[in-house]
Antibody
């Protein structure tokens, strides 16, 4: 079964750091671009970061310089290192597989892990 | 950054009716990189449509997508009870990905 399972969420103080993990199974992890997408309570989806199969990384302006996406193909794992956290980073964080075959889209999602930034 | 604007914000319809959801981009988007997702409460999003008009695996044929350039549409031909959810469009361009703000499809 194709599956993504996130972990590492929790409560952190403003200015603190947190590292999220996403464990992939059921597919050849190294062959896919991977993404992080977040959703604040009652709000819409916000793209957070992407990493290509070659390790190239991409971020929106809202997290660039604070968040770092990485992958460890040998462990079928995706990570998101989050530094200088703000209240506005509070959300459910999803990891998602990005497919280009037969078309472009995020076709597999995890169940999400909750990050709360509060003092 | 390309901004996607979805309308309406909320759509109230009854089962059996036709739903038409709009997604407008602030600049032209390649159709290959326009996708639609469905999200139900407490669940992760699910890919419905990729390439603006192709259904993802397992998606019923009552769902269809169309459009090009800056205007895209998701149509649900006859609403089933399980279709009431929030729908998001999403685009990829210049190594940036953006989502629309969503359309909530609710039972009338």
């Amino acid at each position: 079964e194709v599956q993504l399972v996130e972990s590492g969420g929790g409560l952190v103080q403003p200015g603190g750091s947190l590292r999220l993990s996403c464990a992939a199974s059921g597919f050849t992890f190294s062959s896919y671009d991977m993404h992080w997408v977040r959703q604040a309570t009652g709000k819409g989806l916000e793209w957070v970061s992407a990493i290509g199969t070659a390790g190239d990384t991409y971020y929106p302006g809202s997290v660039k310089g604070r968040f770092t996406i990485s992958r460890e193909n040998a462990k079928n794992s995706l990570y998101l290192q989050m530094n200088s956290l703000r209240a506005g980073d509070t959300a459910v964080y999803y990891c998602a597989r990005f497919t280009a075959t037969p078309g472009y889209g995020m076709d597999v999602w995890g169940q999400g892990t909750t990050v709360t930034v509060s003092s | 950054e390309i901004v996607l604007t979805q309308s309406p914000g909320t759509l109230s319809l009854s089962p059996g009716e036709r739903a038409t959801l709009s997604c407008r981009a602030s600049q032209s988007v390649s159709s290959s990189y326009l996708a639609w997702y469905q999200q139900k409460p407490g669940q992760a999003p699910r890919l419905l449509i990729y390439g603006a008009s192709s259904r993802a695996t397992g998606i019923p044929d009552r769902f269809s997508g169309s459009g090009s350039g800056t205007d895209f549409t998701l149509t649900i031909s006859r609403l089933e009870p399980e279709d009431f959810a929030v729908y998001y469009c999403q685009q990829y361009g210049s190594s940036q990905y953006t989502f629309g703000q969503g359309t909530k499809l609710e039972i009338k």
